[in-house]
């Protein structure tokens, strides 16, 4: 059996091309304006995917209009209201019945599980009678749900721009008993809360949890040897090892885009700095020194900078210094305080923690400190985390009291703020790339 | 994020009858640990002389900080002071310095914040005259709070460096 990766699946599909290509493209007709306050998301018509099993192909649908609601740009229609009820990608549809149901967006589906899955789809532009998307995919049949990721990616990245982000997974910190004494272990999900997996058995205290970019290695802390210490975890084997031996305590670890580094914290003496170490171990560089709190280092995505949080001038800012330490300069100036730095992937925005005013804010900045927005506010927020394309961000919020925390999701314009569901509490989401 | 009068007394009743618990828990275990020196000598509720029940009831096992900060109050001061005179007194033991944060702040942060605290303690006691070879410290950062409530009267609780006798 071959498994067919993302990539070789996009490959597959541009080559079935004589399958799906058969009709005009509309390019850039049909298409969301993802900016602006006269914001509308795009109605969009998804019928159940033209299946052998009828109940396969509703599944495969739902998880295309699941993930298309939730990213608040697309508003599926109720598909019990559609004039037409199962996909169908071998005809043209009847433009003049779409027009009439008002639906100017119509995806058709069809999906088969035999060795692999395969699943075809057409996205038409009904006003123009034109066909905006034709792709194929194949996955391995295990991964029934992630074809339909792949799917909403495609129709996401042909009518909002940019790349899409549902087939990704988030690794995030379990939680559950009393507050006092809460166990937290590591788990991991797909990105819209499905196919839970522990990783960790809550012996001890595991906590903030972060992706390296070839998705399989974790950096976490892990409270195992008493003071907490950054480990790393391979997924695909379940090995862990700590990481570097330096200082009383290490925490607040970070991959370097090339995901050869980890930058982290070390304590000594009440002290807290910045340092750097190669994956495959080494001598541990120091990036920062003094006596301040320097801690939540997220590097840049060409790796050349490091934005972190220190509360070397007093209340806890954000700074950013060269990949190899030194010279930091601050660049959060608001009233209250700023942690949790952390660039986006795209390289235009770093999003943070801010506190003022009595409550706690996940907002966005420029990598210069300018042009800060808030984008969601409560009792406590804090954490995020960013979706590969840049557009959407996970952190966690907690009512407070005898309550945990749970995940959720608001885009880079503050719309859309959704709680992700998870079986317990759940914290430090980090998000991955798309999957390969 | 108003809660209930009624409610928030509730949940600091239970959150301090918790705590009680804990403490019985650990003076119960360490009498088990060190051997009961004789129940006629235990004070008014305070532990035998030299037990780790007088120490938490008697001599006071926690200092408490203010919010964002690792300076020992003089109230902080005059508890450290009792603590080392006592650990100088029973050189028996050893201790391991709790520090901890409230949840008014990030849990990267919090962890540092818990281990600066912790850091202060030792160093305040060592300055008395402990060995720093009977010290260890931990933080914990944000993440065993022990009073449970969404304003400053659990907030000042947990802001603490506890020293645990060992």
């Known amino acids: 059996m071959t498994l067919l990766t993302r990539r070789s699946a996009l490959k597959l599909g541009l080559a079935g091309g004589a399958l799906l290509a058969t009709s005009p493209m509309a390019m850039a007709q049909l298409r969301i304006v993802v900016e602006g306050a006269n914001f509308q998301p795009l109605p969009i018509a998804i019928p159940d995917f033209a299946s052998s099993d009828p109940t396969f192909g509703r599944e495969i649908a739902d998880i295309v209009r699941n993930n298309l609601r939730r990213s608040g740009l697309f508003l599926p229609l109720d598909p019990a209201s559609l004039p037409v009820q199962a996909g169908d990608v071998n005809g043209t549809p009847d433009f003049n019945v779409w027009r009439t149901a008002n639906v100017d967006a119509l995806v058709m589906g069809s999906v088969e599980r035999g060795g692999q899955i395969s699943s075809s789809v057409r996205v038409w532009d009904t006003q123009q009678a034109a066909q905006v998307v034709g792709k194929s995919y194949n996955t391995d049949p295990n991964s029934a749900r992630r074809i339909g990721h792949i799917v909403s990616d495609a129709i996401y990245e042909q009518l909002a721009g940019g790349t899409g982000y549902f087939d990704t997974r988030v690794i995030y910190t379990a939680e559950s008993g009393p507050k006092a004494n809460r166990t937290r272990r590591l788990a991991i999900m797909d990105q819209d809360g499905a196919n839970v997996q522990y990783l960790t058995d809550g012996a001890s205290m595991a906590l903030t949890p972060r992706f390296s970019p070839n998705g399989d290695l974790v950096t976490y802390m892990n409270f195992a040897d008493g003071n907490p210490q950054v480990y790393l975890l391979q997924l695909s084997s379940g090995r862990q090892q700590r990481l570097a031996n330096v200082g009383a305590m290490t925490f607040a670890p970070r991959f370097s885009p090339d995901g050869g580094t980890v930058a982290f914290s070390v304590e000594q003496g009440g002290a807290t700095n910045i340092y750097a170490v190669s994956t495959n171990g080494g001598q541990p560089a120091q990036l920062t020194s003094g006596a301040a709190i320097d801690t939540g280092p997220s590097y840049s995505p060409d790796g050349g900078r490091i934005v972190f949080e220190s509360d070397r001038g007093g209340s806890p800012q954000i700074y950013m210094m060269g990949a190899g330490g030194g010279n930091a300069q601050r660049i959060s100036f608001g009233q209250g305080s700023y942690s949790t730095p952390v660039w986006s992937p795209k390289g235009d925005l770093i999003a943070f923690t801010r506190q003022s005013g009595g409550q706690f804010h996940i907002g966005i900045m420029a990598p210069d400190g300018s042009g800060e927005r808030l984008l969601y506010s409560s009792y406590h927020a804090e954490g995020p985390t960013w979706a590969p394309n840049g557009r959407v961000i996970m952190f966690f919020q907690d009512p407070g009291g005898n309550d945990g925390p749970r995940l959720m999701s608001v885009d880079i314009w503050g719309r859309n703020p959704q709680t992700i569901a998870t079986e317990s509490y759940a914290s430090d989401p980090s998000w991955s790339g798309l999957r390969s | ?166």
């Open chain 2, 1 to 166: 994020m108003a809660i209930p009068a009624p409610f928030s007394t509730a949940l600091r009743a239970a959150a301090m009858l918790f705590f009680v618990v804990v403490v019985a828990a650990c003076s119960r275990s360490s009498n088990d640990a060190v051997g009961l020196t004789g129940a006629g000598n235990l004070g008014p509720g305070g532990g035998a002389p030299g037990s780790q029940q007088e120490f938490i009831v008697t001599v006071g096992d926690r200092v408490f900080f203010t919010t964002d900060s690792s300076s020992l109050t003089s109230e902080a001061m005059a508890t450290l002071d009792k603590q080392a005179a006592w650990l100088n007194q029973y050189q028996n033991y050893r201790v391991m310095i709790e520090g901890h944060a409230d949840e008014r702040g990030t849990r990267e942060y919090n962890i540092a914040l818990g281990a600066r605290r912790a850091s202060v303690v030792v160093n305040y006691l060592v300055s008395k005259g402990v060995n720093g070879q009977r010290i260890t410290s931990q933080s914990f950062g944000k993440e065993r709070p022990v009073a449970i409530c969404n304003d400053i009267s659990c907030w000042s609780q947990n802001r603490r460096a506890v020293t645990v006798v060992q």
